[in-house]
């Protein structure tokens, strides 16, 4: 299978499928979901009600991505995601994807909030 259309399929997966994953990474590692919510509310512009909207909707990323607005600084996130370097990929759908996963990362991972959102 070709990248483009591995692409494909990640960007028709539900949001929904995908966030609880999220949830239990952080939680496993003592942070909590509110936190959750402020690393993507931060990345994307959404709130409390439009992250379970999108969840419930099982809103594609793609669709996801499109409906976002998406936070001026997100560039300053880089880093190694899937043994990949953020900051290097082309694609832009896959570049705002692999922030979401990377901020997500530094959250389980115990990183300071004011540096995960790179204030």
Same mark, same amino acid.
């Given at each position: ?32 979901? #509110?936190? !959750?919510?402020?690393?993507? %509310?931060?990345? *994307? +512009? ?10 419930? /909707? ?9 409906? #976002?607005? !998406?936070?001026?600084?997100? %560039?300053?996130? *880089? +880093? ?10 082309? /694609? ?28």
């Amino acid at each position: 299978m070709d990248t483009s259309t591995r692409n494909e399929r990640v960007y028709r997966m539900p949001f929904g499928s995908v966030y609880p994953h999220y949830v239990n990474k952080v939680e496993r590692k003592g942070r909590t979901v #509110a936190e !959750l919510h402020q690393v993507i %509310s931060w990345l *994307t +512009g959404f709130d409390d009600d439009d992250i379970a909207r999108l969840v419930a /909707e099982e809103t594609s990323f793609e669709q996801f991505f499109e409906e #976002a607005t !998406l936070n001026p600084n997100a %560039s300053l996130i *880089t +880093g190694v995601v899937c043994g990949v370097r953020v900051q290097d990929i082309e /694609e832009p759908l896959m570049r705002k994807l692999r922030y979401m996963d990377k901020l997500v990362d530094e959250l389980a991972k115990g990183k300071a909030m004011e540096k995960i959102l790179r204030s």
